[in-house]
């Protein structure tokens, strides 16, 4: 904790570490006392409505892209995942609030696309503002929520430029404070925390194999940013089969198992993604009626991972961003495969599924 929240020379706070969760455990601890069982169990009760809620949540969303059968096979499947269920439980972090916050947000981005109004404009990108404060690696966002809305609504593209403008500035409005933050401490100006040089360079040195437990060679340690930054983007010059080769790895270790899978729940997860992946690309070419919100979760799923493709993927945690949108996706994979492989028994159960339509 300290190691995150200072420099190292312990006498100053670091930009590396979003800020709201740490606030908020703040708030737990000052009630419950810090570090205490009560405090513990609190939050873990906290991190599971949170997950709770994003079951609710997740069913709308599905349900306005997909319809109703859809929505409950994904709750279910979101209820009963094993990422959602661990990092709810087992690990005290901001997992939790950032997947529910990231489908609140697909959530009003189909709503700004329907009724493009300001106000959904603005809860839209304050919700993403808190976000990026949450936890900053989804800060593509700002731009594939724009780009998504002028590329789907051509009739429309002036109104959804300036929706998206007022977007954008709400999300920027939001993160405003910490950016400012952020710039006093460093000198210079920055949108979010700092520490991307520094995983660049863990990913791509002389003995980089691919995720960050072979340190580099100088141990990761002692130098800035910038300086990691440059060593990086010089080590990727001089040896670019090198640097494909390692994003290739990445690649692969972010749509499978991420290693080492460190217990037999991280490799179940692991598998249980796998075949959520292998059904959510299957859906996705049964788009529905509403094809739009499957190309607004399309286009997340193709841009929010490159930031690991090119620097590192450590923990499976930092995947569970777009695990909720594979489950929506593997929610109409699953009924169409089912309709595949066993008509009859879609005909018996199709009346209790299909009750709401």
Known sequence: ?????????????????????????????????????SAAVSLIIFQSLLCGLNTWVLFILTERIYGTLEARVCSLLFALYPASIFLAVARIGPSSLTALLLCLILLLTLILFEHARTGWAILAGSLTGLLLLTGSHP??????????????????????????????????????????????MLGRPTMSKTGLGSMLWKGNNPVATGYTQVRPPD?????????????????????????????????????????????????????????????????????GERAEGVWLLLLFAAIF???????????????????????????????????????????????WFCRSR
């Open 219 to 287: 141990g990761g340690l002692g130098r800035g940013d910038d300086v990691y930054l440059q060593m990086a983007t010089s080590w990727i010059g001089d040896n670019p089969k090198d640097f494909a080769l390692l994003t290739m790895k990445r690649i692969l270790y972010f749509w499978t198992v991420i290693p080492p899978a460190s217990s037999r729940l991280e490799l179940l997860n692991g598998l249980f993604f796998m075949v959520v992946t292998a059904l959510g690309v299957f859906g996705a070419f049964s788009p």
């Open 139 to 184: 800060l593509s966002l700002i731009g594939i929520i724009p780009l998504w809305l002028l590329w789907v609504d051509k009739n429309r593209r002036l109104r959804m430029f300036l929706v998206s403008l007022i977007f954008v500035a709400s999300a920027i409005f939001v993160m405003m404070p910490w950016a400012v933050r952020n710039s006093l």
């Open 305 to 351: 991972p490159i930031v690991f493709y090119v620097t590192v993927i450590s923990n499976y945690r930092y995947r569970f961003y777009i695990e909720p949108v594979m489950l929506v996706l593997a929610s109409r994979g699953i009924p169409r495969l089912w309709q595949r492989v066993s008509p009859p028994a879609v005909s018996f159960l199709s009346p």
């Open 1 to 37: 904790m300290e190691r995150n929240t200072y420099t190292l020379d312990g006498s100053s706070a670091a930009t590396i570490t979003e800020p709201l969760y740490a606030f908020t455990v703040a708030a737990f601890f000052y009630v419950f006392g810090p570090f205490t069982t």
